[in-house]
Each structure stands twice: as structure tokens, then as C-alpha cells.
């Protein structure tokens, strides 16, 4: 477990979601004006890795484990993965912040985004740094670092093809991350609670 990682995701999270509910900072808006304004020949090239961040990504690498006899890791993936999505859709509802085409006139939409609906959080970013902690997780650094460089992308693709300000995708990675700590600590307490059964 990692409490120190638990915390700044949450306090992330928090602060994130109270200056989304307040509207788009200058800082979101240029910065999501400068990555939306990377060349368009890009796009074909982001769409399938931008990918780990859809609701299949996690459950595909949770059947492909359990093909592996790997259930644990299998439930993880599929439980934080698909938790970390449903808490982000609950999540728009509540902060209602409209995605960039709403508000910046100039948006480039690629790859058939949305330029209407809630943006905050990003659904793929949280899905995204779930998978990539699931898929790392007793992995080498080189594994740990591929699996944050995978996440880092999806974000930024999302603000590249005009789906998400920067800020939404911060939400998205900081829900994320917080939902697969979580995860483990009620996994490691009823693992424990489970040991001490003096039925077992």
C-alpha cells in the first residue's frame, strides 16, 4: 500500500474537482489551446493507444489473465477499472463542467469527439491509471515507468483530439489512482480478516 500516493491522489482529486466546479482557469484554457493545436496528422497515430482508457481496455486484460490463471490481478483490473469509470460518469453529473467545445470557439474535435456533454473528470485518464497501476504493480521499474508513460498519453490524447480540458484529465488520473489504492486496501483487509477466521 502506498498511503502517501492514497492521500495526494485524494487531495488531488478534491482540489481538482472544486476548480472545475468554479469554471475554466486561464492556465486549463491555454494549455488545452496549445495541445488541441498539435497538427491533425497526429490523430491516426494516437487513436488506438488512447485506448487503454476505455471501459474494454480493462476488462479484455482481465479475461486475458484469467486465461492465464491469474485471477486476483484478473478481479483488480476488472473492479478498478470498471469502478474508476462509473465513479467519473457519477462525478460529471455533479460538477456539470461542459467539455472545450463549448467554450472555446476554436476547438479542433478529431476522431469523432464530442463537442458538447460533462468533461470533468475524464473517464479514459481514470481508467488509464488504474490499468497502468494493475498492469505494474509487481512489475520491474522499466514495467512501472512504460505503465505511467501509457497513462501520461492517454490523458493528453484526450486533450489533443478536443475531448477534455488538462484539468478534467488531472481529475480523471488522480480518481484513478485513488480507486486502485482503495481497492487494495479493502483487498488487504479482508485477505487479513479472512487469515484471522477461526472457521477457516
Known amino acids: 500500500m502506498h498511503p502517501t500516493r492514497t492521500a495526494a491522489a485524494l487531495a488531488a482529486t478534491a482540489w481538482s474537482a472544486r476548480t472545475a466546479r ?24 494516437v ?8 471501459l474494454g481496455a480493462p476488462l479484455s486484460v482481465a479475461t486475458v489473465l484469467l486465461t492465464r490463471r491469474r485471477p486476483a490481478s484478473a478481479l483488480r483490473i476488472a473492479a478498478t477499472g470498471s ?54 504493480r509487481n512489475g520491474e521499474r522499466s514495467w512501472k515507468l512504460a505503465g505511467c508513460l501509457l497513462a501520461g498519453f492517454v490523458g493528453v490524447s484526450r486533450v489533443y483530439v478536443g475531448a477534455h480540458y488538462p484539468l478534467d484529465v488531472i481529475g480523471g488520473w488522480a480518481m484513478g489512482v485513488a480507486v486502485a489504492d482503495l481497492y487494495d486496501v479493502v483487498a488487504s483487509a479482508t485477505l487479513e480478516r479472512g487469515s484471522q ?3 477457516r
Do not use: C
Not at 22 to 45: H, M, Y
Not at 86 to 115: M, N, Q, W, Y
Open 83 to 136: 469502478g474508476a469509470w462509473g465513479l467519473a460518469k457519477v462525478v460529471k453529473t455533479r460538477i456539470a463542467r461542459e467539455r472545450p467545445g463549448a467554450h472555446i470557439g476554436e476547438t479542433t474535435l478529431r476522431i469523432g469527439s464530442a463537442d458538447h456533454g460533462l468533461g470533468y473528470p475524464s473517464g479514459h485518464a481514470a481508467v488509464a491509471a488504474t490499468l497502468a497501476l494493475g498492469l505494474t
Open 47 to 54: 487513436w488506438v493507444p488512447m485506448q487503454a482508457g476505455a
Open 22 to 45: 468554479r469554471g475554466v482557469p486561464s492556465w486549463d484554457a491555454s494549455l488545452f489551446r496549445a495541445l488541441n493545436g498539435l497538427p491533425d496528422n497526429l490523430a491516426p497515430a
Open 197 to 199: 477466521d477461526p472457521t
